[in-house]
């Protein structure tokens, strides 16, 4: 009887370790398709513009975060345009703080370059829908509507091999998306058109020009290159927090609610049609913990039948 009852014991804990283990093998597969981090903007964050040549600006505009510019060219002002233009935040024109940004910009732009992306057929990306993801293009370009679908962890990176230009009128919406984690990585120029109404931070690798009445929810940050202004408001993200690549799924959320499908390797979105985001190799890492969890419960499952088999013969 004493041997029947520790038998029993044995075949309980067996099977309740078997059942956490069953219960943890969704959590490796999930982490094998992690998210995208966040890019880290270090103190480039605070700002609305980081200019390097020159910052100039015509009328009214209105910049919540801080504005800068390094190196600028060694002759004369380089910031100009403020009065009448109203900066809420500090201004770091040449100074260290300025030089400091700029370096972090460029640590940003090298890291937009690091991760796996979707090449886009066509580089117009008007009147679409996209999912989160890493979105490559030639001469990328906006007409009409934009609109980016998925969750406040969802992070969206768009890079243009040469210019972006946002038409008249333009626009990006956001559908449960935040500001913080869409991002335009420009190897060229920037051109935002007028009255247009443009979100991410735009980093450029030449310079960025906002025509009159283009608004932003973002940061305007060029690395060589000057930023012009001409009665616009740039509003630069606050409250913004880092998103590691444990957070979230790469998809996101679809429009209804649901779960994305995975994106192919090339290709275009489709109007009103969110795209996940490309799906990276697992890691050997990731793929080895439902691996040995599998293992673990074939082997568990034939230690239970044994064990079964013996309490029942005695």
Excluded at 82 to 110: E, I, N, S, W
Excluded at 200 to 225: D, E
Aim: hydrophobic share 40%; proline share 5%; net charge negative.
């Amino acid at each position: 009887m004493h041997t029947l009852t520790l038998a029993k014991r044995r075949v309980a804990l067996i099977g309740a370790t078997l059942a956490a283990v069953v219960a943890l093998m969704p959590l490796g597969m999930d982490r094998a398709h992690a998210a995208e981090a966040s890019i880290t903007l270090g103190t480039a964050e605070s700002y609305s513009v980081l200019g390097a040549s020159a910052v100039t600006n015509t009328g009214e505009s209105v910049l919540t975060g801080d504005l800068g510019l390094a190196p600028g060219t060694g002759t004369g002002p380089t910031i100009t345009g403020f009065p009448p233009g109203l900066v809420l935040g500090a201004t770091h024109d040449t100074d260290d703080a300025a030089f400091q940004a700029q370096l972090d910009l460029g640590r940003a732009y090298d890291e937009a370059d690091t991760r796996a992306g979707t090449a886009l057929e066509s580089p117009e990306l008007g009147n679409r829908s996209f999912g989160p993801g890493v979105y490559d293009g030639g001469a990328l370009s906006i007409t009409g509507n934009l609109t980016l679908v998925g969750d406040a962890n969802s992070i969206f990176i768009f890079r243009a091999a040469s210019s972006l230009v946002t038409e008249s009128g333009s626009t990006v919406t956001l559908d449960g998306v935040s500001p913080c984690n869409v991002y335009w990585r420009v190897v060229s120029s920037a051109t935002l058109g007028t009255g247009s109404t443009f979100v991410g931070t735009v980093m450029a690798s030449a310079s960025i020009t906002a025509t009159t009445g283009a608004n932003v929810a973002g940061r305007l940050l060029a690395r060589n290159g000057a930023v012009t202004l001409d009665t616009n408001n740039i509003q630069a993200p606050t409250g913004c927090r880092t998103i590691t690549g444990e957070e979230g799924a790469p998809g996101g959320a679809s429009a209804d609610g649901g779960a994305t499908t995975d994106a192919p390797t090339s290709g275009t979105p489709t109007s009103n049609t969110p795209v996940a985001a490309p799906e990276l190799p697992p890691t050997g890492a990731a793929m080895a913990s439902p691996l040995a969890a599998g293992t673990l419960l074939i082997a568990g499952g034939a230690v239970l039948f044994l064990l079964h088999r013996r309490a029942l013969r005695d």
